[in-house]
């Protein structure tokens, strides 16, 4: 899940394009837009705009840009992905998760964690591993478990977060 900001402000300013005065441009001032907003990292949309009648903020260093003696630059819009969302019966190429990294090691939270950084999170912090009834597919080396053979595990849900809060 996503969130939007149209022409992001701070301060009653336009949000530079770039987090200190000409560096850290770009995603790294579209990151603390959101994490000063309470979201996780950006999403992959901020796109660069030229503003010619309104003065910018860089955020890190609150230093002001004006366009009357700079070149001062600003986003159009900033997408942030939501901290938190939770994952029900999570799939890997139409297959259960296996509660495994690999199979039948690194289980439990390795997997997990993996699963949300494949899918743009910073860790899981929550998860429910159960018993699979039918195949599941390891995140780390795409070995398929059966569970006519093996004792395979998967997840009833996993919930991946954006920030690196204690577990």
């Known amino acids: 899940d996503t969130i939007t900001f149209d022409d992001p402000t701070h301060h009653g300013k336009l ?3 770039c987090l200190s005065f000409q560096s850290h441009c770009g995603k790294p001032a579209a990151d603390a837009y959101c994490e000063e907003k ?12 030229r503003t010619y009648d309104e003065e910018t903020l860089t955020l890190e260093q609150l230093s002001t840009c004006s366009p009357a003696h700079n070149i001062c630059d ?3 819009y900033i997408t942030c992905r939501v901290n938190e969302q939770t994952f029900e019966n999570p799939m890997e190429h139409d297959r259960a998760l296996d509660g495994c990294f690999t199979f039948e090691t690194s289980c439990g939270v390795t997997a997990a964690d993996a699963y949300c950084k494949d899918k743009g999170y910073s860790r899981a912090s929550e998860y429910s591993q159960i ?3 039918g195949e599941t597919l390891s995140i780390g080396d795409h070995a398929v478990c ?12 996993i919930t991946c977060v954006a920030s690196r809060e204690e577990r």
């Open 15 to 17: 949000v530079d394009y």
């Open 38 to 49: 309470g979201y996780g990292t950006t999403a992959s949309d901020y796109p660069k705009r």
């Open 74 to 76: 600003t986003f159009d």
């Open 131 to 133: 018993e699979s009834e």
């Open 146 to 157: 059966d569970p006519a053979w093996h004792g395979c595990s998967t997840f009833s849900y």
